[in-house]
Nanobody, 121 residues
Framework: QVQLQESGPGLVKPSQTLSLTCTVS??????????WSWIRQPPGKGLEWMGV???????YYSPSLKSRISISRDTSKNQFSLQLSSLTPEDTAVYYC?????????????WGQGTQVTVSS
């Protein structure tokens, strides 16, 4: 059973860069053919898919975030990470990492528990 765990700061200041890490256990992030996503949910709003890194290291980002987002991985630690720059209060949300088969990208079968990030001075 794959398990995911998000980690990172709970409070960041506007204009700073957010860095979050997802640690995966029970399965490898290089296992074909899975993809590993970052998803967020602002207060009172729905889920927003942010971007993904696939088993082969390829990345795809939401067009609305493409200028500010970067997703990378450390295969030696079985982790993948999110960096989101130029933060504003509108980036306040619960951030999740999740896994889905590439063939059915919206079918996230495994999720982390989520981590609250607040952007405030």
């Amino acid at each position: 059973q794959v398990q995911l765990q998000e980690s990172g700061p709970g409070l960041v200041k506007p204009s700073q860069t957010l860095s979050l890490t997802c640690t995966v256990s029970g399965g490898s992030i290089t296992t074909s053919y899975y993809a590993w996503s970052w998803i967020r949910q602002p207060p009172g709003k729905g889920l927003e898919w942010m971007g993904v890194i696939a088993y082969d290291g390829s990345t795809y980002y939401s067009p609305s975030l493409k200028s500010r987002i970067s997703i990378s991985r450390d295969t030696s630690k079985n982790q993948f990470s999110l960096q989101l720059s130029s933060l504003t209060p509108e980036d306040t949300a619960v951030y999740y990492c999740a896994r889905a088969p590439i063939a059915t990208m919206g079918a996230f079968g495994s999720w982390g528990q989520g981590t609250q990030v607040t952007v405030s001075s």
